[in-house]
């Protein structure tokens, strides 16, 4: 099983954008892809045999998130730390999802939005539970005002609702959803260097979240109460710059309206 999980994950390295096996290009994302393909390996072992489904599966993942913001959020140690522990490895879940998909030959067209909903719950409990975390340390409501601030300005997004719209009306006119998605998605796609810096920056990939989170160890077992407020500082300038940007250029430059036509 272990053997299949491997060969599976090499054969899907475009999906992953990088080489599970290039050490040299990328050392971090090769170790942590060994920590996700050793624990999957372990969950498909106890999952293959059971009624769980890959969407079932997906849906845990999404609720580790929370789960894991809420540990953080409760300001007692032992539930910080396993918090992040939780962080750290839930995308093992996201892993194990699809190789069940294979083994069981249960693939779903739900799965993939699934996976991204959870990851999204992830991103969203992470930012509110650092927002909590810097509260319970200050006692300061101004955090929490921050975090109030990211979390609507993420929610009320333009690229997020028109995407929504679009795939909403498209799926009413019955038409070939997944081409036209695809035809839109490659036609608005950010070319510009900035664009492409803050969107990664401070994202919900494993590097981010992983850093964040030893960065939150640090502070809960030295003392220090500076790193989480930056964090969350930075959360706050990314989605500002981010929410202003897709507002510009899916309404003002008319991107959106362009390639609709």
Same mark, same amino acid.
């Given at each position: 099983?272990?053997?299949?999980?491997?060969?599976?994950?090499?054969?899907?390295?475009?999906?992953?954008?990088?080489?599970?096996?290039?050490?040299?290009?990328?050392?971090?994302?090769?170790?942590?892809?060994?920590?996700?393909?050793?624990?999957?390996?372990?969950?498909?072992?106890?999952?293959?045999?059971?009624?769980?489904?890959?969407?079932?599966?997906?849906?845990?993942?999404?609720?580790?998130?929370?789960?894991?913001?809420?540990?953080?959020?409760?300001?007692?140690?032992?539930?910080?730390?396993?918090?992040?522990?939780?962080?750290?490895?839930?995308?093992?879940?996201?892993?194990?999802?699809?190789? *069940?998909?294979?083994?069981?030959?249960?693939?779903?067209?739900?799965?993939?939005?699934?996976?991204?909903?959870?990851?999204?719950?992830?991103?969203?409990?992470? /930012?509110?539970?650092?927002?909590?975390?810097?509260?319970?340390?200050?006692?300061?409501?101004?955090?929490?005002?921050?975090?109030?601030?990211?979390?609507?300005?993420?929610?009320?997004?333009?690229?997020?609702?028109?995407?929504?719209?679009?795939?909403?009306?498209?799926?009413?006119?019955?038409?070939?959803?997944?081409?036209?998605?695809?035809?839109?998605?490659?036609?608005?796609?950010?070319?510009?260097?900035?664009?492409?810096?803050?969107?990664?920056?401070?994202?919900?990939?494993?590097?981010?979240?992983?850093?964040?989170?030893?960065?939150?160890?640090?502070?809960?077992?030295?003392?220090?109460?500076?790193?989480?407020? /930056?964090?969350?500082?930075?959360?706050?300038?990314?989605? *500002?710059?981010?929410?202003?940007?897709?507002?510009?250029?899916?309404?003002?430059?008319?991107?959106?309206?362009?390639?609709?036509?």
């Amino acid at each position: 099983l272990r053997s299949q999980n491997y060969e599976y994950r090499s054969v899907r390295n475009n999906t992953l954008e990088f080489d599970i096996h290039d050490w040299k290009t990328s050392p971090y994302s090769c170790f942590k892809a060994r920590i996700y393909i050793e624990l999957s390996t372990l969950f498909a072992f106890f999952f293959k045999n059971t009624s769980l489904t890959p969407n079932h599966i997906s849906i845990i993942y999404g609720i580790c998130g929370v789960i894991a913001g809420l540990c953080l959020a409760s300001n007692i140690n032992y539930l910080m730390v396993s918090g992040l522990i939780i962080f750290f490895l839930k995308g093992s879940l996201d892993w194990t999802d699809g190789f *069940i998909a294979k083994i069981k030959n249960q693939k779903s067209s739900v799965g993939h939005i699934l996976d991204t909903w959870g990851s999204h719950i992830g991103g969203l409990s992470l /930012i509110t539970s650092i927002g909590f975390y810097c509260y319970n340390n200050t006692q300061n409501d101004i955090y929490l005002f921050l975090t109030i601030i990211i979390l609507f300005l993420r929610i009320i997004d333009f690229k997020f609702f028109a995407f929504h719209q679009l795939f909403y009306e498209l799926f009413n006119k019955d038409n070939n959803i997944e081409i036209e998605r695809k035809n839109i998605e490659k036609g608005i796609k950010q070319t510009n260097i900035f664009a492409k810096i803050i969107k990664n920056f401070m994202d919900d990939r494993a590097r981010t979240v992983d850093l964040v989170c030893l960065l939150i160890f640090i502070e809960i077992f030295f003392s220090i109460n500076n790193f989480s407020k /930056i964090i969350l500082g930075l959360y706050l300038i990314k989605t *500002i710059i981010f929410f202003l940007g897709t507002f510009y250029v899916y309404y003002y430059k008319d991107a959106l309206q362009k390639k609709i036509k």
